[in-house]
């Protein structure tokens, strides 16, 4: 059954340092997506990807976070200057389409910020 | 802002009995809901999902009900099994508005006991 993966699982980093977390989507979904669970919270909505452009982003994706599809098969989240805030679960998701399709989850990329 | 609530942090249950989940929203716009399981240090499965056009959907031993005018939702699942324990999250999300983010709840964690 074809999923989402996610590397690395688990990722070290310094603040201020810049990270890069990897995602393959399911091959043939078109919609890509990440969410971040702080510890102890809720699985929160980061932003979505369609058609090489960000479609939507919450009000977490400032200007420290960029989305990239470098070729044809990965979908990157970048933080450009890591804060200690930022350590959190990362999820990557994607769907066929966008009305109604479900969104398959990854198994995450746990940040750690020290 | 909790626009899609899950008022139970915890439930227990009888290997062989019913579980309830039950899920509480806020926002009227939302017309697609889904259920997602989740283990330690994986990401969310989905497990069932249901449009506002129904109000009842089955998939084996789950099934989800929806009372649009309660703005209402419940996970059923029978009989319940060791398996199933785990961490349930409700999300609803509004499509036909053009808005296909997920919104989650924080989670019930079902203890099935043998």
């Known amino acids: 059954e074809p999923e989402v993966t996610q590397t690395p699982s688990h990722q070290v980093t310094q603040m201020g340092q810049e990270v890069i977390l990897r995602c393959v989507p399911i091959?043939?979904?078109?919609?890509f997506y990440w969410y971040r669970q702080i510890l102890g919270q809720k699985v929160e909505f980061l932003v979505s990807?369609?058609?090489?452009?960000?479609?939507?982003k919450s009000e977490i994706f400032d200007d420290q976070f960029s989305v990239e599809r470098p070729d044809g098969s990965n979908f990157t989240l970048k933080i450009r200057s890591t804060k200690l805030e930022d350590s959190a679960m990362y999820f990557c998701?994607?769907?066929?389409?966008?009305?109604?399709?479900?969104?398959?989850f990854g198994p995450g990329t746990r940040l750690t910020v020290l | 802002d909790q626009q899609v609530k899950q008022n139970s942090p915890s439930l227990s249950v009888q290997e062989g009995r019913i579980s309830i989940l039950n899920c509480d929203y806020t926002?009227?716009?939302?017309?697609?809901f889904l259920w997602y399981k989740k283990y330690p240090a994986e990401g969310p499965t989905f497990l069932i999902s249901?449009?506002?056009?129904?109000d009842k959907n089955e998939d084996g031993r789950f099934t989800v009900f929806l009372n649009k005018s309660a703005k209402h939702l419940s996970l059923h699942i029978v009989p319940s099994q060791p398996g199933d324990s785990a961490v349930y999250f409700c999300?609803?999300?509004?499509?036909?508005?053009?808005?296909?983010?997920?919104?989650f709840g924080k989670g019930t964690r079902l203890s099935v006991i043998a």
């Open positions: 249901i449009s506002s056009i129904k």
């Open positions: 999300a609803a999300s509004a499509p036909n508005s053009g808005n296909t983010p997920l919104v």
């Open positions: 091959s043939n979904h078109l919609y």
């Open positions: 990807f369609y058609n090489n452009e960000i479609s939507e």
């Open positions: 926002n009227s716009m939302f017309d697609y």
């Open positions: 998701a994607s769907s066929e389409g966008t009305l109604g399709d479900t969104q398959y």
